[in-house]
């Protein structure tokens, strides 16, 4: 199932960005692009998976883009990280 590699390497990339913030993760969007021929319910399963240490406590917001003119419409991509401030907010 090629959803694995994709969530594993979107995990990967988020846990960057909060390693490099040195701050807690509050949520974690994913968007799936109309012809990706990717399940969201199968990206939260491999999500529960591959997120690692860094990304616990962060929800995962799936966003499906129906647009299949959309420049993202064939792919998976890491639409954002929502980390907390240096005071915790």
Same mark, same amino acid.
């Given at each position: 199932?090629?959803?694995?590699?994709?969530?594993?390497?979107?995990?990967?990339?988020?846990?960057?960005?909060?390693?490099?913030?040195? =701050?807690? $993760?509050?949520?974690? &969007?994913?968007?799936?692009?109309?012809?990706?021929?990717?399940? #969201?319910? +199968?990206?939260?399963?491999?999500?529960?998976?591959? =997120?690692? $240490?860094?990304?616990? &406590?962060?929800?995962?917001?799936?966003?499906?883009?129906?647009? #299949?003119? +959309?420049?993202?419409?064939?792919?998976?991509?890491?639409?954002?990280?929502?980390?907390?401030?240096?005071?915790?907010?």
């Amino acid at each position: 199932m090629h959803e694995s590699g994709i969530v594993a390497s979107l995990a990967a990339r988020a846990e960057a960005i909060v390693a490099e913030a040195c =701050a807690e $993760p509050r949520r974690i &969007g994913i968007k799936v692009g109309a012809l990706s021929g990717v399940e #969201p319910e +199968a990206v939260r399963a491999h999500w529960a998976r591959f =997120a690692g $240490p860094l990304l616990v &406590g962060a929800s995962l917001d799936i966003q499906v883009d129906d647009d #299949p003119s +959309a420049p993202t419409s064939l792919g998976v991509v890491l639409s954002y990280v929502d980390i907390a401030d240096a005071s915790g907010d």
